[in-house]
């Protein structure tokens, strides 16, 4: 399957499913998806998180479950 962007309700959707949160690498805004596992990465809002995807032109690319956070094209 080819990578498609996804709307931010869609990832809020995949993410839920995958159980991930929206995060940033901590003193950062490098957004990840986390299971808040890492001390390195702080979980943000989804507010947060679509906040810096729009200010730094990025967007969530989606295969299936698989999520990925790129430049948007």
């Known amino acids: ?3 498609e962007k996804v709307t931010i309700e869609k990832a809020k959707e995949l993410a839920n499913k ?7 690498v901590k003193g ?3 957004l990840r998806f986390t299971k808040a596992e890492s001390q ?3 979980v943000i809002t ?4 679509e ?3 729009k ?3 990025l967007a969530v690319y989606a ?3 698989w999520m990925k956070i790129m430049r948007e094209k």
């Open 1 to 3: 399957m080819a990578l």
């Open 18 to 24: 995958a159980n991930v949160k929206p995060g940033k």
């Open 28 to 30: 950062t805004e490098i």
């Open 40 to 42: 390195n990465i702080e």
């Open 46 to 49: 989804w507010e947060e998180f």
């Open 51 to 53: 906040n810096i995807l």
């Open 55 to 57: 200010k730094n032109k």
């Open 63 to 65: 295969s299936g479950s």
